[in-house]
């Protein structure tokens, strides 16, 4: 397919991301099943197009005064794609499959207007509601953050150490463009390329089937390594989900000790036995009811929360959440991230610690549950995790954020990551 024709079907996908409640790698998936001479690498180019529209979706609706579908996708090609109008004029003339190119009104807006002059939560994309939690967060750097959360994310993998070693995986990847993470010391990332740039499925690699990596972002693994679990100790990951963060601690673990993981969703859960099993994560137990987990009271020395939470810090992956996401649900997400914590903390040893961590970035989820937490827990306290960051990071790796020099905030911006908020809480003894 020519440019024209991805371009028409990537309008054709946002038209139908409008009308109907799905997600994009829904729709995209189903336009694949109706348009099945198209390749992998028109897929790739039309879902890059799709997100790209959806990352700045606000932005572009300003530069070209308008924001229907062909409108906003026009517009991501000439700001995220570097195809400028005349350009595109060029490449469609001869193109059958080309949609109509945007009208001389849409055309001239787009030449006079300058993101400057837009109103602050339109330069950083995000819904006008946000704009005052994310400005408490990042204060006068809040619009910067965002624009670095409209980007594309890069692929980001995690060597698991009780299979593989990093500089063997690091070969094996090589001609994928592998390169090793600046922080995660198991981490290796695949850059997010322009354009129509596809990823490498990394996934059909043999030493994924055999259990020598996995895919996960940098900062899902910074965040499950400011955990600080060692070698024997009792670990439970309260809500392990399908077990991303259970498999990082089992690794940094090296096999030593009992790593509990729960959920409250079984769901959710469901795919962990069988991840475990191919990462050889021997020291996982699987608890699937909460019943289970009443002889490990006060025997934790270490759990982790990673709560639900809005995903705001994953808005580069998801960025149609970016536009969804209303006050209701924030609430909600507060309610049970509430509740996470109350139960999970019945677990911790006295002198444990109790690990909070979300891939949001409104304080309302972190700063502000921790202190909500603390003030009906007074037997915790907020511990520091600047001694942990400065022993398990490179002293000249990029530096996260801190609201009060105790908690740690990662950002695309900061720390070249998705947004993770990571707090420590140590039980009196
Ligand atoms: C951010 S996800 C976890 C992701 C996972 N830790 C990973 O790294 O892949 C949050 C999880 O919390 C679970 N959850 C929500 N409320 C819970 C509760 N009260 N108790 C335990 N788990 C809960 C959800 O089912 C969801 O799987």
Redesign the pocket.
């Known amino acids: 397919m020519r440019l024209g024709g991805r371009l028409a079907a990537a309008i054709d996908i946002l038209a139908d991301l409008e009308t109907r409640n799905r997600t994009p790698a829904e729709a995209l998936k189903d336009w694949g099943y109706a348009h099945r001479f198209a390749g992998s690498g028109d897929r790739a180019a039309i879902g890059n197009l799709v997100n790209d529209t959806l990352r700045r979706r606000r932005s572009i609706a300003f530069l070209m005064d308008g924001d229907t579908p062909s409108v906003l996708a026009h517009g991501a090609l000439f700001t995220s794609w570097n195809v400028t109008p005349e350009r595109l004029a060029r490449e469609n003339e001869a193109d059958r499959f080309a949609p109509d190119p945007p009208s001389p009104a849409v055309l001239s807006a787009f030449a006079a207007r300058r993101l400057a002059d837009a109103p602050a939560p339109v330069q950083a994309d995000v819904q006008d509601w946000l704009a005052p939690s994310l400005e408490a967060n990042f204060s006068d750097v809040w619009v910067e953050e965002m624009r670095a959360m409209a980007g594309r994310p890069p692929l980001d993998l995690r060597v698991n150490r009780l299979k593989a070693d990093k500089a063997e995986i690091l070969e094996t990847l090589a001609p994928s463009g592998a390169r090793p993470c600046a922080l995660a010391p198991d981490g290796m990332r695949i850059a997010a390329g322009e354009g129509p740039a596809r990823l490498p499925n990394v996934t059909t690699n043999r030493a994924y089937a055999q259990g020598a990596f996995e895919v996960q972002d940098e900062g899902?693994q910074i965040a499950?390594l400011l955990l600080g679990a060692m070698a024997g100790e009792t670990v439970l990951?309260?809500?392990?989900?399908?077990?991303?963060?259970?498999l990082?601690i089992a690794s940094a673990m090296g096999g030593a000790g009992n790593i509990h993981a729960?959920?409250?969703?079984l769901r959710?859960?469901s795919p962990l036995a069988e991840r475990a099993g191919r990462a050889g994560a021997q020291a996982v137990t699987i608890h699937r009811q909460p019943g289970d987990l009443a002889g490990l009271e006060g025997a934790c020395d270490r759990v982790?929360v990673?709560?639900?939470?809005t995903g705001t810090g994953t808005w580069r992956r998801r960025p149609d959440t970016k536009w969804t996401l209303d006050r209701a649900e924030l609430a909600e997400r507060v309610r049970?991230q509430e509740?996470?914590l109350s139960?999970?903390s019945l677990h911790v040893r006295a002198g444990g610690e109790l690990v909070y961590v979300?891939?949001s970035l409104l304080p309302e989820e972190n700063e502000a549950q921790i202190a909500a937490f603390l003030e009906d827990n007074p037997g915790f306290a907020l511990a520091s995790l600047a001694e942990r960051w400065a022993e398990t990071f490179p002293a000249d790796g990029p530096k996260p954020l801190s609201s009060d020099g105790h908690t740690v905030t990662l950002t695309p911006a900061s720390t070249g990551t998705d947004g993770f908020f990571v707090a420590s809480l140590v039980r009196g003894s």
């Open positions: 899902s499950a990951d309260y809500c392990a989900g399908g077990g991303g963060k259970t990082a729960f959920d409250a969703d959710r859960l982790l990673d709560a639900p939470c049970q509740e996470a139960r999970a979300t891939c």
